[in-house]
């Protein structure tokens, strides 16, 4: 298996576009595209938020529906959410706009939004733009899409994999935006993958859904947005035999999924807003799956947590109240911790100031990796977070203004 940033562009059949149509109050691409000239199958996971914006709610239904695609048009700085049905108006008239100009079929685009919630989408400068968006199509305008569904993100964050399925290699590429309003709650941001293998769109859904679940669903910064979703297409190029779901060819190309998803999810949390560390949450003897993702999502969750994470407090009790507060039965005196290898908690008791001292200097390195051990079974997860800094507050305490 080969791992590249290069994105969509490594994906043959794949063209991208990216521009600056005004929605933006600086002058940055917020409108991207993205298309296929042969007809994929697709599939994808959507946030569970119940407040969910119309550009979630028509994609999900054509999937639903046909599970086919050519296209999705993508905007940023605007979510079109809250907006009643002037907003899903507004988003059926871009998917109208967009298959006007390429001269394919409505029912072949996609469309997802991202940005600030509550206001109208000024669908006047999207349908204004489209024409020349459609017209900038090309391989390297994938770059431009990856830019032009950032918000607050710091970088474009892009991702190839290539790997043999059957005797065929495969590529899996694509991109995502996402550094805040990031919670598992199915899908937890932006992100669109291509790939050019040939595969149904429920094979795709099959291999989408488990790995968002160990991806996408394994990470958090604050809460669920109401617009995430996470799209794949297949366009067949790579002409490789179909496989079924129990074939060692689906094995593996699931597994070209998952490491796509995996590294945008990484990259996801690098790029929280605020972050100044990236933090592995590793629990590990729990009864269950399920339980050990609880005690880690409960830990990574914790404002008290994050905060000492990022004051390189070795506070340890907050994260022994964090075990406790997950709904997990535990047993305190069983439950170990070490942070970066170095054990500083044993049978629930610290270690002595010695050690505390010592794990203060590991807690300024920019990578933490916290390994919780209940001692109740065989079971483990693992969960990606950041600290909570100052800049944290500066950036969502200003969003709007």
Not at 53 to 59: C, E, G, N, Q
Not at 363 to 376: A, C, G, N, P, R
Request: hydrophobic share 40%; net charge positive; glycine share 8%.
């Amino acid at each position: 298996m080969k791992i590249s940033h290069e994105g969509l562009s490594k994906v043959a059949g794949f063209l991208g576009a990216g521009l600056y149509c005004g929605i933006k109050q600086v002058k940055k691409p917020d409108l991207a595209l993205i298309y296929s000239a042969n007809e994929c199958s697709a599939a994808g996971v959507f946030t569970q938020n119940r407040v969910a914006a119309s550009s979630v709610i028509i994609t999900r239904n054509k999937l639903l529906k046909r599970g086919k695609a050519r296209a999705v048009i993508i905007n940023s700085g605007n979510a079109n959410v809250c907006t009643g049905k002037s907003g899903e108006r507004s988003s059926l008239a871009a998917i109208r706009a967009t298959a006007k100009a390429l001269q394919i079929q409505e029912s072949d685009i996609l469309i997802a939004s991202t940005g600030k919630i509550s206001e109208p989408l000024p669908i006047h400068k999207i349908i204004r733009a489209i024409p020349d968006l459609t017209g900038q199509l090309s391989i390297p305008g994938c770059h431009l899409a990856a830019e032009g569904i950032m918000t607050t993100d710091t970088f474009p964050k892009k991702i190839t994999v290539r790997g043999n399925v059957g005797g065929k290699m495969i590529t899996v590429g694509g991109f995502a935006k996402g550094s805040g309003m990031i919670h598992p709650n199915m899908a937890t941001m932006l992100a669109f993958l291509g790939t050019d293998a040939r595969a149904s769109s429920s094979l795709l859904k099959k291999a989408l859904k488990k790995s968002a679940a160990l991806s996408f669903n394994s990470i958090t910064v604050d809460t669920t947005s109401t617009n995430d979703m996470v799209l794949i297409l297949a366009n067949g190029h790579a002409q490789n035999r179909s496989f079924s779901a129990e074939s060692k060819e689906f094995k593996q190309f699931s597994e070209l999924v998952l490491t796509a998803c995996r590294e945008l999810a990484k990259m996801i949390v690098k790029d929280g807003e605020g972050a100044t560390k990236f933090i592995t949450i590793d629990v590990k003897g729990a009864k269950s799956g399920s339980e050990a993702k609880k005690v880690a999502y409960s830990i990574a969750r914790s404002p008290l947590v994050k905060t000492a994470f990022f004051g390189e407090d070795a506070n340890w009790g907050r994260i022994m109240a964090a075990i406790g507060c997950s709904g997990v039965p535990i047993v305190e005196n069983k439950i170990s911790l070490s942070m970066n290898g170095f054990p500083f908690v044993k049978n629930g008791i610290g270690l002595g100031n010695a050690t505390e001292k010592k794990v203060v200097k590991t807690l300024k390195q920019k990578e933490l990796f916290l390994t919780v051990d209940l001692h109740q079974g065989s079971e483990e997860a693992r969960v990606w977070t950041t600290d909570l800094s100052y800049d944290y507050i500066k950036i969502n305490a200003s969003y709007r203004t």
